[in-house]
């Protein structure tokens, strides 16, 4: 069993649509939590950590945590085309964060 | 927020020559770098984790003598691909730790495309 789980996608979302993407992690002793987003080409950019259980809203963004189930996911509202990437979800475990393969994220007009 | 610099951005070479990559956190001190590598359409990779002042850790499968790596600095991490080869022509990118209230939070920096022939 992979330590960070995502759906590779592609997932299509028309524009204006929420987004939801999902992460499942299995070391129970994970702490914090985190999305990035990846465009092609480039490097991954911090959207948004999240440490403790519920919602955590950042303008279009909300991070969701649920440590009794394991899972942590990213909402997106009002998709617009430029949140077409790659979104991977990493979760720190034994002082090291380990990322997700990435969920590839595509936003039709 | 936090910025980490990468350079060069982009750097080709002959097969059996040696790179250096610098990955530097501009606005605050790093006591851990981390090292990744990322092929086309792939995930990233660890390769190491680099702690200012010790040796690098590495990943299983990554060769220690291949990658060197140092970080003699609290903001600078270096990244030495020795006796390069076209299987090692990949995205690499590095990131700082930065810790603050609620834990630590990794920023990577740009990353290094780099192309061996």
């Known amino acids: 069993q992979k330590e960070v789980e995502q759906n590779s996608g592609p997932l299509s979302v028309p524009e204006g649509a929420i987004a939801s993407l999902n992460c499942t992690y299995s070391d129970r002793g994970s702490q914090s939590f985190f999305w990035y987003r990846q465009y092609s080409g480039k490097s991954p950019e911090l959207i948004m950590s999240?440490?403790?259980?519920g919602d955590k809203e950042d303008g279009r963004f909300t991070a969701q945590l649920n440590k009794a189930s394991q899972y942590v996911s990213l909402l997106i509202r009002d998709s617009q085309p430029s949140d077409s990437a790659t979104y991977l979800c990493a979760v720190s475990s034994a002082s090291k964060i380990i990322f997700g393969s990435g969920t590839r994220l595509s936003i039709r007009p | 927020g936090a910025v980490v610099s990468q350079h060069p951005s982009r750097v080709i070479c002959k097969s059996g020559t040696s790179v250096k990559i610098e990955c530097r956190s501009l606005d605050f001190q790093a006591t851990t770098m981390f090292w990744y590598r990322q092929f086309p359409k792939q995930s990233l990779m660890l390769m190491a984790t680099s702690n200012e002042g010790s040796k690098a850790t590495y990943e299983q499968g990554v060769e220690k003598d291949k990658f060197l790596i140092n970080h003699a600095s609290l903001t600078l991490s270096t990244l030495t691909v020795t006796s390069a080869h076209p299987e090692d022509s990949s995205f690499y990118i590095c990131s700082a730790e930065s810790r603050g209230g609620s834990g630590e939070t990794q920023y990577f920096g740009p990353g290094t495309r780099l192309l061996v022939l």
């Open positions: 999240i440490y403790s259980n």
